[in-house]
């Protein structure tokens, strides 16, 4: 991709088929582009550059549906990560060839989030230069779910269940929604993936443990930094179709 002058902030997702999807609880079709169309069309309406990195759709359907601001990029799934953790790798070495281009990016689930509003030119963004922006849940982060889902990273972390404990009743952040400045995304990318390397990579439980991984590095070494919900992301799983005010919907 080549960024025209101004066009230096770039939306990322990633959609990997054929593997089992824990949390769908079915394997995705292969070129079934309408999973991702809605992303897509909301990118390609804001005129907001974006990738989507994908591993089976084929090169009709790229040809077809991808544009002058939206770029379909084929990647080769790494079967040592369920594809909720594999995405991040792919976004590392993408950003490590671009940090000189890319000012500012989001990453984001690519068939259930929706882009309302352009987030890089919103004022919040702007002026908060050294944030990390995500969506969150109506959920603390002691719930049932998120004790099963982080059982691996508990037994591996050191300081992992210390972590649980200290922000208990903080708001359960969503890692389909993450973004920021370079300077900040970067390492933190970067970090995530150091900390899936060394204990997630051979994860046979139930759970993907992206999720744990991501409250765990957002609250213990980004907590300060942290703005999510609203304006940023709509009510997670409330659907809200209507809504305009946001940056993201996610479901």
């Given at each position: 991709?080549l960024f025209?002058?101004?066009?230096?902030q770039?939306?990322?997702?990633?959609?990997i088929?054929?593997?089992?999807?824990?949390n769908?609880n079915?394997?995705?079709?292969h070129?079934?582009?309408?999973?991702v169309?809605?992303?897509?069309?909301s990118?390609?309406?804001?005129?907001?550059q974006?990738?989507?990195?994908?591993?089976?759709?084929t090169e009709?359907?790229?040809?077809?549906?991808?544009n002058?601001y939206?770029?379909?990029v084929?990647?080769?799934?790494?079967?040592?990560?369920n594809p909720?953790?594999?995405?991040y790798f792919?976004?590392?070495?993408?950003?490590r060839?671009r940090?000189?281009?890319?000012?500012?990016f989001f990453?984001t689930?690519s068939?259930?989030?929706?882009?309302l509003n352009n987030?890089?030119?919103?004022?919040?963004?702007v002026?908060?230069?050294?944030?990390l922006?995500?969506?969150?849940?109506?959920k603390?982060?002691d719930?049932d779910?998120?004790?099963a889902?982080?059982?691996?990273?508990?037994?591996?972390i050191?300081?992992y269940?210390?972590?649980e404990?200290t922000?208990?009743?903080e708001?359960l952040?969503n890692?389909?929604?993450?973004?920021?400045?370079?300077?900040?995304?970067q390492?933190?990318?970067?970090v995530?993936c150091q900390i899936h390397?060394?204990?997630?990579?051979?994860?046979?439980t139930?759970?993907?443990g992206?999720m744990?991984?991501?409250?765990y590095?957002?609250?213990?070494?980004?907590?300060?930094q942290?703005?999510?919900?609203?304006p940023v992301?709509?009510?997670f799983?409330a659907?809200?179709?209507?809504?305009t005010?946001?940056?993201?919907?996610h479901?």
């Amino acid at each position: 991709m080549l960024f025209s002058s101004g066009q230096k902030q770039v939306i990322l997702a990633c959609h990997i088929t054929g593997v089992f999807d824990v949390n769908r609880n079915n394997t995705l079709p292969h070129d079934s582009y309408e999973l991702v169309q809605e992303w897509v069309d909301s990118v390609t309406a804001l005129k907001i550059q974006g990738v989507l990195f994908h591993n089976n759709f084929t090169e009709a359907t790229c040809e077809l549906f991808q544009n002058e601001y939206v770029t379909f990029v084929r990647i080769v799934h790494n079967p040592l990560f369920n594809p909720n953790v594999y995405r991040y790798f792919v976004y590392r070495d993408y950003i490590r060839d671009r940090s000189h281009e890319i000012v500012s990016f989001f990453v984001t689930d690519s068939s259930d989030v929706v882009v309302l509003n352009n987030p890089f030119h919103q004022p919040l963004f702007v002026d908060n230069p050294t944030a990390l922006f995500c969506g969150d849940e109506l959920k603390y982060l002691d719930n049932d779910w998120m004790k099963a889902h982080a059982t691996l990273l508990r037994g591996r972390i050191a300081d992992y269940a210390d972590y649980e404990k200290t922000f208990a009743t903080e708001t359960l952040l969503n890692c389909g929604i993450i973004g920021g400045n370079m300077t900040l995304m970067q390492p933190f990318i970067e970090v995530l993936c150091q900390i899936h390397e060394q204990y997630n990579h051979d994860n046979q439980t139930a759970y993907t443990g992206d999720m744990g991984a991501f409250n765990y590095l957002a609250r213990t070494r980004f907590n300060e930094q942290l703005i999510h919900g609203e304006p940023v992301n709509t009510v997670f799983k409330a659907y809200q179709t209507d809504r305009t005010d946001c940056w993201f919907r996610h479901k």
